[in-house]
């Protein structure tokens, strides 16, 4: 990791540059495959199932003895991992769950607010080596207490066609309603235009390598909504003298081992630390099975040492971190202060992979700065607010005319009559 | 308007289609724009204001001394009006603030969810004949209320390089922390990437014609979200025997005068009002201003009469309206199985210009169908919510096993062991 000690402020925005990737080419790709989907349908998912996955299918959904037999590959201390964290998450976005605002600031000028759920969501979970299934229960468990009628999930097939167990076992238990074996830039056309094997959706969540990421945003061309724009992960540990050296290594090292374009940033006021987390880094990445994605990834890293907790405060905000782990003792200056960040964990029992499993809190967040205007995966995330307001003839009365001046004043004269209609039956009327 | 009279399901979708734009032509010139503003700051924001606008300025900020002179031009009536708009808006916006979210499902295990603002804004109104002060409340309010400390308004200068003091009257009244005399394509690159004058800002809002449409869409390619995608605004009515023809025609034809391209549907379940409408839109449109405008909207418009609310609600969630005016005798049944619109206005006295002006609901909403999946803008755009979590050492122990267990099966060893080292550590010490 390169260090920094006392950088002054203007140096920070170059400090703070993400790695960035050029997507560029692979929008001709992309582009292809939704054109393809969009005018072939079942057929063209079946051409990219083959050519990117290496199987032949023409039935994509899994079948419910598919799902019956994964319950039995999953060993039960893993289902019962799964079902704590289930509650977890569970309890934390129930919680989210916001009352009807209604308001009446005027007599007779009723005006409130509900929220409905999106009625159909689609789920991306990526292949590869390692099965995401607790993205599963990120994603899912909002929607379903959200109220989503439709629950598509879309996931890669392995070379014999099948699915991890693990990520059946979890789709089932969360309430998805169908799940396709489907996976990559044909995954996301298939949700954005639907097919006759799979619904088209509203919106699109879920992780995803560059292809992924492209056709999501691609997607967005279409009527189509994406939780956010992705980027690659990131965390930055903020600690003093009250921080442990091993448990911050583990934590860099854990958001380090998700890919060699991670971020990791280590910003401290107590210079020791410096020193002390480099040589735990070293001793705790030697024995990791991931070592060289962790290595990769620690080099595009950094150490801040920064004097006084205005200026770590400061450069915490400007960075915006997606993960955030605060381990100092004035806690409540911190937290106060804070401006962006995804998610944030608090003292030395609060690693990220806390969050990342079974605290509660979600694990869909804005990286590469978004926490900015971005907020991370929540429960509205899958709600549209609704206004609608309720005039008596004595609210029109109050406010009619305000509405007629304002309406004449910008030009809009059918605005004004709308209006003025009403008020003159009123007036001959009453 | 078309009229179809109990249309068969299979013929709802191309009776629904809104009226489509392809906005590819306009793609390489807002790029250009873009490339422009980026590379050369002010000088190229100078160049387009005298090339689209007319007029020669170096300075963009309007001074203060401007602000003091609008209030004279001013009428006291209008001033009164926008006042009583603002405390209306101002009330339901505030109103939607929310409480901190907090969760101790287990004990040690603190989750909670907090809102902050999005620290920097901006607002875009657009120019032309009429002055449209009113999105300023409807965008400038929230953020205030919110608490956003920068909050950037661009509009263009008419061609003495003045802006309508309506504008500043209503700019000034509601916060907004510097205004430009900024239009178009280069207004949203300035406030996209920055300049010397005009601050770069995280989240642009605001309607504009279609190459302030695109130019949004493409400022979503650098770091900067946007309220929503655009399109031609539209209303939907609703309405059966208990409403009046001549109100109903008074409202349609307040959304057709907004352009050619604006969209009506009138739906009701009484066939005589068919004919009464009709006959109400020839006899009002004939004395508006904007009449050409609005008999063009009318042409690309449609009156369904559908025998059932069920078949009623069904086609009405089908379309997701951008807003919905409804009135009905069975008001409950409808309210309750809508799944999608923008704003709803209920009854014989809510007209759509009382929510677009002055009732407090705002009128920056999710046009063309995209009320399935975004909200109208509301006090939380301005906001991100920010997860936090704190665990203790029993917390973790609680929960430590189960992220373990998750960690391994997910292949994501650094995962496992940031737990694994807390735990050993609270073996060996307790």
């Known amino acids: 990791m390169n260090v920094y000690k006392n950088p002054i402020k203007t140096e920070w925005e170059d400090i703070l540059k993400r790695p960035t990737a050029s997507y560029q080419d692979i929008e001709p790709i992309v582009s292809d495959v939704f054109k393809n989907i969009k005018a072939n349908g079942d057929v063209a998912i079946s051409h990219y199932t083959e050519k990117f996955d290496g199987v032949s299918l023409n039935e994509f959904k899994v079948s419910v003895k598919e799902i019956e ?51 159909k969501v689609g789920i991306y979970i990526p292949g590869g080596s390692a099965p995401l299934f607790s993205t599963i229960l990120m994603l899912a468990i909002p929607a379903q207490i959200a109220g989503c009628k439709e629950i598509v999930l879309c996931t890669p097939p392995d070379k014999s066609g099948a699915i991890h167990p693990a990520i059946l076992f979890a789709a089932s238990l969360c309430g998805v309603t169908k799940l396709f074996k489907i996976g990559g830039i ?3 056309a298939a949700m954005t235009f639907g097919t006759v094997q799979v619904p088209k959706v509203y919106k699109i969540f879920g992780p995803g390598n560059q292809y992924v990421t492209v056709a999501k945003q691609w997607a967005t061309r279409y009527d189509v909504a994406i939780d956010m724009p992705a980027g690659p992960s990131e965390l930055l540990v903020m600690a003093d003298q009250t921080a442990k050296a091993t448990y911050i290594a583990s934590d860099l090292l854990s958001q380090a081992e998700h890919g060699p374009d991670s971020q990791v940033i280590f910003v401290t006021t107590y210079e020791p630390l410096i020193e002390e987390v480099s040589q735990e880094l070293l001793a705790q990445c030697a024995v990791l099975s991931r070592k060289e994605i962790a290595s990769k990834a620690l080099e595009n890293s950094k150490m801040i040492f920064l004097e006084t907790k205005e200026a770590a405060v400061s450069l915490i905000n400007q960075y915006a971190p997606e993960h955030y782990i605060l381990c100092v003792s004035e806690e409540a200056y911190y937290l106060d202060h804070l401006s962006a960040a995804g998610s944030v964990f608090i003292g030395n029992y609060s690693p990220e992979s806390a969050g990342d499993y079974a605290s509660g809190t ?52 059918a605005h004004k009559n709308a209006v003025s209609i009403r008020l ?6 009453a």
Request: proline share 4%; hydrophobic share 40%.
């Open 186 to 188: 044909q995954a996301i």
């Open 362 to 413: 979600n694990h869909t967040l804005p990286t590469n700065g978004y926490a900015r205007q971005y907020s991370g995966v929540n429960l509205d995330a899958f709600l549209n607010s609704i206004s609608f307001q309720k005039l008596t003839a004595k609210g029109l009365q109050s406010l009619g005319k305000s509405i007629e001046l304002m309406a004449a004043a910008e030009g809009l004269d």
């Open 69 to 119: 037999n994964a319950k039995q590959l999953v060993s039960p201390e893993l289902q019962q991992a799964i079902i704590q964290a289930k509650d977890q998450i569970a309890a934390f976005h129930r919680a989210q769950v916001t009352p009807k605002v209604s308001v009446e600031n005027i007599e007779g000028v009723h005006c409130w607010q509900e929220k409905r759920p999106i009625e």
């Open 424 to 429: 003159n039956d009123l007036r001959d009327g």
